[in-house]
C-alpha cells in the first residue's frame, strides 16, 4: 500500500482515538493503536516494529482495564469501603448506560457516594471516597491520552 494512505488512515484513527478519550463510544486508546499497526504492518514494519506494536498492544489492555480500575482505586485511596468501590465501579457502567459522557464523569461519583451512604459512612467521609472515584477517573483519562500521544509520536517520528 502506498504510503499517503497510510499516513491518513492512521492519522484519522489516532485524531478519533484521542477524541474517544471524551466519548464513551469510541474506544479511544484501541483505535489509535489500530492505526498505527495498520500504519506499521503496510509499510512492512519497517518504520515501526513489530514489537513496538505488541508493547503498544499489551499497553492499550492495560488502558481498558484502567478505565474501570482506575475509579475504584481513586476511592480506596481516600478510605472507600467495599460498597464504596463497589459503587464507583457500578456508577461507571450505569453512568455510561444511561447518561454518555457525563455519565462517565459524575456515575462513578455518585455510585461511590451511594456506596458510602449505604455502609453508613458519614457524609464528609462520603463524598471524599466520591471525590477519590472522581480523581481515579481523571487520572485514568490522563493515562489514555498520554499512551495515545506517545504512541503519536512514534507514528510522526517514523515519517522522517
Not at 514489537?51 to 481516600?78: C, E, N, Q, R, Y
Not at 481515579?136 to 500521544?149: N, S, V
Request: hydrophobic share 65%.
Amino acid at each position: 500500500m502506498e504510503a499517503v494512505p497510510l499516513i491518513v488512515i492512521c492519522s484519522i484513527l489516532m485524531l478519533v482515538g484521542f477524541f474517544g478519550v471524551f466519548l464513551p463510544v469510541i474506544p479511544s486508546v484501541p483505535l489509535a493503536w489500530l492505526g498505527l499497526t495498520i500504519y506499521a504492518a503496510g509499510t512492512g514494519f519497517d518504520r515501526i516494529s513489530l514489537v513496538t506494536v505488541i508493547v503498544f498492544a499489551i499497553l492499550s489492555l492495560l488502558a481498558w482495564a484502567v478505565d474501570f480500575i482506575a475509579p475504584m482505586l481513586g476511592a480506596k485511596k481516600h478510605k472507600a469501603s467495599k460498597l464504596g468501590i463497589l459503587g464507583a465501579l457500578l456508577g461507571l457502567v450505569i453512568g455510561i448506560l444511561t447518561l454518555g459522557f457525563w455519565g462517565i464523569i459524575i456515575g462513578p461519583f455518585l455510585g461511590a457516594l451511594a456506596g458510602e451512604l449505604i455502609a453508613n459512612k458519614p457524609t464528609k467521609q462520603a463524598l471524599g471516597s466520591a471525590f477519590g472515584a472522581f480523581l481515579g477517573l481523571i487520572a485514568g483519562a490522563l493515562f489514555k491520552i498520554t499512551l495515545i500521544l506517545v504512541m503519536a509520536g512514534f507514528f510522526v517520528v517514523s515519517l522522517f
